[in-house]
């Protein structure tokens, strides 16, 4: 039976707790539950989870303990990627994390009433989140200590050959055949009716005099979203009653869109991972007789046809989607509609037909362990040899039938975005289906010039991203002595301003004449060396942004503090985080060869600070020159006064005096 004291209690959490979730973090560990991250450097690189893209432009620095995307410019630490991914607030994400890490939340003493309508108030969401999770607790406790529950949902599991530990992983319930026991429950606990019927778990009519528990005398699949959370529920009836619904899955809410959410995913994930490949399946019962016989990467696209978002979910995990759908006709249609769905978001797509109209469930329970795993071996097809098998009666008799599937093997092709590949089908496209070679290019080329005419794109639809206001190089600000001269000035304070962030505490000596005359070391840190030749020029910075940080770090400055990397790559102002961010973080790194096959030693930038900082304050004054250069010369052109123009010409002569000094100095840049 239920301990009456279970509740979903919600408060403020500690700063203790937090400071502890913030010492467990791991970042690649985090961001890995999302995206695919493979080891480049000091780097780990992705896809990125926030664009849709063919190469990985998603970067993780365990160094720095942050992530930046440059296809779509986000960037931060592990806790702003856990919100900018599940949508939550900062509470919650540091909920997340502590689950993550069995971290125990400690929260200041508040009553659950107050709790929950404080969280009702605040976010939804999160309300929702918590009735599931309220729910799900429930159900698995009513399968395993309740009487009816353990004589017909663990008895039903045990037919099906489902073990414990499945039962288990998947946390499996089940609700009792009563009206309202689950939502008395819920109520007592708290939980309003409204909330209730908002997640799906109650029913009752529009004048709220009338409810009933929604999956009363089913057994519980609790659907869970990426990290998972409990998002909603699939219950299946016990026994042959066609009189009412075999499934009943829970409505969309805020917490539940069905177009976005796989089931068993986060279960699957680290597998699919390791393998580059997932089975693709139907059903709740489909998956877990997968893991059942041992295959771990196995998912569902229960209760909605696949889309192009869980396609996008599995391509962070997967180079390959292996879709076991039904032997019946309803199977091999959706399992078809996905191959050219797959294909153009840039995977490979393999195929399993089940005979006699078998799932993967119940063909698995009816031939063994060992025999399901022989069969998968021998009966994975490509989309050519799958299209072939699902059709061999009509092609030995029907030549239109033969035409037809030819045309869709093509349009297929289309989606093909590897030209090797392409080549390799159409080889094997001619050999399946007895046509030329030669004849299958011809028709391709039309349909991918109709394409390309029509503005369709002939292969795996990607966003290319860019990053945002990148500074043009030094070369292009020189060369281009008609552009304005802010974006002149833009490149230097922007250098500027980076290595305050990135190296502005590494401390450059130089040598200084004391006043006996003694030669003498001076030591001072990059940032101060940077203010203090701005304060000395007077310099005031465009740039809103860079102009906000370096008056900040000024404010330091007077009481001692001179800050470093962290300070600012966890900024409380956003854009000057996403700045610093952005500035330390690169995609490219020096690659070895360099060293291994040419025996060129690449110095990185900690080894000549005090060039790069000389040539970048020269380059500073030499574009605020030519600013003034081009400000003189407009002025020149407007004045009638023969003295002013006498004037403003030797004022141009000195400038440009001056400027050629600089060029001479800067030659290696300019």
């Given amino acids: 039976m239920y301990n009456k004291n279970y509740n979903a209690k919600l408060a403020q959490i500690t700063r203790d707790t937090i400071d502890k979730i913030y010492g467990s973090i791991n970042i690649v560990d985090v961001v890995g539950d999302y995206v695919n991250l493979k080891r480049r450097g000091a780097n780990h690189v992705g896809l990125s989870p926030f664009v849709n893209e063919k190469s990985p432009s998603f970067y993780v620095n365990p160094a720095k303990n942050i992530f930046k995307d440059f296809s779509s410019g986000v960037g931060g630490d592990a806790i702003g990627f856990v919100m900018e991914m599940e949508k939550c607030n900062y509470p919650e994400a540091l909920r997340?994390?502590?689950?993550?890490?069995?971290?125990?939340?400690?929260?200041?003493?508040?009553?659950?009433?107050?709790?929950i309508k404080q969280k009702q108030e605040n976010d939804i969401k999160e309300t929702l989140y918590t009735a599931n999770e309220f729910a799900k607790n429930y159900f698995k406790t009513s399968l395993h200590d309740n009487a009816e529950g353990q004589a017909l949902g663990l008895s039903y599991f045990e037919e099906r050959k489902i073990s414990i530990d499945t039962v288990r992983k998947f946390e499996l319930g089940y609700n009792v055949d009563a009206k309202t026991d689950f939502t008395d429950f819920a109520m007592n606990n708290g939980y309003t009716l409204d909330v209730l019927v908002k997640a799906g778990l109650t029913k009752t009519n529009e004048t709220k005099t009338w409810?009933?528990?929604?999956?009363?005398?089913?057994?519980?699949?609790?659907?869970?979203?990426?990290?998972?959370?409990?998002?909603?529920?699939?219950?299946?009836?016990?026994?042959?009653?066609?009189?009412?619904?075999?499934?009943?899955?829970?409505?969309?809410?805020?917490?539940?869109?069905?177009?976005?959410?796989?089931?068993?995913?986060?279960?699957?994930?680290?597998?699919?991972?390791?393998?580059?490949?997932?089975?693709?399946?139907?059903?709740?019962?489909?998956?877990?007789?997968?893991?059942?016989?041992?295959?771990?990467?196995?998912?569902?696209?229960?209760?909605?046809?696949?889309?192009?978002?869980?396609?996008?979910q599995l391509k962070k995990f997967a180079t390959t989607i292996t879709i076991l759908y039904d032997g019946d006709k309803a199977g091999i249609k959706a399992a078809v509609r996905g191959i050219n769905m797959i294909l153009a978001e840039g995977l490979?797509?393999?195929?399993?037909?089940?005979?006699?109209?078998?799932?993967?469930?119940?063909?698995?329970?009816?031939?063994?362990?060992?025999?399901?795993?022989?069969?998968?071996?021998?009966?994975?097809?490509?989309?050519?040899?799958?299209?072939?098998?699902?059709?061999?009666?009509?092609?030995?008799?029907?030549?239109?039938?033969?035409?037809?599937?030819?045309?869709?093997?093509v349009e297929t092709l289309a989606y093909v975005s590897d030209q090797i590949?392409?080549?390799?089908?159409?080889?094997?496209?001619?050999?399946?289906?007895?046509?030329?070679?030669?004849?299958?290019?011809?028709?391709?080329?039309?349909?991918?010039?109709?394409?390309?005419?029509?503005?369709?794109?002939?292969?795996?639809?990607?966003?290319?991203?860019?990053?945002?206001?990148?500074?043009?190089?030094?070369?292009?600000?020189?060369?281009?002595?008609?552009?304005?001269?802010?974006?002149?000035?833009?490149?230097?304070?922007?250098?500027?301003?980076?290595?305050?962030?990135?190296?502005?505490?590494?401390?450059?000596?130089?040598?200084?004449?004391?006043?006996?005359?003694?030669?003498?070391?001076?030591?001072?840190?990059?940032?101060?060396?940077?203010?203090?030749?701005?304060?000395?020029?007077?310099?005031?910075?465009?740039?809103?942004?860079?102009?906000?940080?370096?008056?900040?770090?000024?404010?330091?400055?007077?009481?001692?503090?001179?800050?470093?990397?962290?300070?600012?790559?966890?900024?409380?102002?956003?854009?000057?985080?996403?700045?610093?961010?952005?500035?330390?973080?690169?995609?490219?790194?020096?690659?070895?060869?360099?060293?291994?096959?040419?025996?060129?030693?690449?110095?990185?930038?900690?080894?000549?600070?005090?060039?790069?900082?000389?040539?970048?304050?020269?380059?500073?004054?030499y574009n605020m020159l030519v600013e003034i250069g081009k400000q003189n010369i407009q002025t020149l052109g407007t004045t009638t006064i023969p003295e002013e123009q006498t004037n403003l010409l030797l004022l141009q002569k000195q400038l440009d005096t001056i400027r050629i000094s600089f060029s001479e100095y800067l030659k290696p840049v300019v």
């Fill in 348 to 409: 490979n797509v393999k195929l399993v037909l089940f005979p006699d109209n078998d799932d993967p469930d119940s063909y698995s329970k009816k031939v063994g362990r060992e025999a399901f795993h022989t069969y998968l071996e021998h009966n994975t097809l490509n989309f050519v040899q799958y299209h072939k098998k699902i059709n061999t009666e009509v092609l030995k008799n029907d030549p239109l039938k033969k035409t037809e599937i030819i045309h869709t093997l």
């Fill in 421 to 621: 590949a392409r080549s390799v089908y159409i080889k094997l496209i001619a050999q399946e289906f007895d046509i030329e070679e030669t004849v299958l290019v011809a028709e391709l080329n039309k349909l991918l010039r109709k394409k390309i005419n029509s503005g369709q794109s002939t292969s795996a639809p990607s966003i290319e991203g860019s990053v945002e206001n990148v500074p043009l190089t030094p070369e292009d600000l020189i060369n281009e002595m008609e552009a304005p001269a802010t974006a002149a000035s833009h490149q230097q304070e922007y250098d500027l301003t980076r290595l305050i962030v990135e190296h502005g505490t590494q401390l450059l000596f130089f040598d200084v004449t004391a006043e006996d005359g003694t030669l003498q070391k001076l030591e001072i840190s990059v940032c101060e060396l940077i203010m203090q030749l701005l304060s000395m020029e007077q310099v005031v910075f465009k740039n809103k942004l860079y102009a906000t940080l370096i008056k900040e770090v000024a404010q330091y400055f007077e009481t001692g503090f001179v800050p470093n990397e962290h300070f600012f790559i966890h900024h409380t102002n956003n854009d000057i985080k996403q700045f610093a961010i952005s500035a330390t973080t690169s995609q490219y790194e020096h690659s070895p060869q360099w060293l291994n096959k040419f025996n060129i030693i690449v110095l990185k930038e900690e080894s000549h600070l005090r060039t790069s900082l000389e040539k970048t304050i020269k380059l500073y004054k």
């Fill in 96 to 115: 997340i994390l502590a689950r993550k890490y069995n971290i125990e939340i400690k929260e200041e003493n508040v009553s659950n009433e107050e709790a």
């Fill in 211 to 312: 409810k009933v528990d929604a999956f009363n005398g089913r057994v519980i699949f609790p659907v869970h979203n990426l990290t998972g959370r409990v998002v909603g529920f699939g219950a299946r009836i016990l026994g042959n009653n066609k009189d009412v619904a075999k499934y009943i899955n829970t409505s969309e809410s805020e917490v539940y869109i069905k177009s976005k959410i796989l089931y068993g995913l986060h279960v699957a994930k680290k597998e699919i991972s390791k393998t580059g490949n997932v089975f693709l399946t139907e059903g709740y019962m489909d998956v877990i007789s997968m893991v059942e016989a041992g295959f771990d990467n196995t998912v569902a696209s229960s209760g909605t046809s696949l889309t192009e978002e869980q396609i996008r």
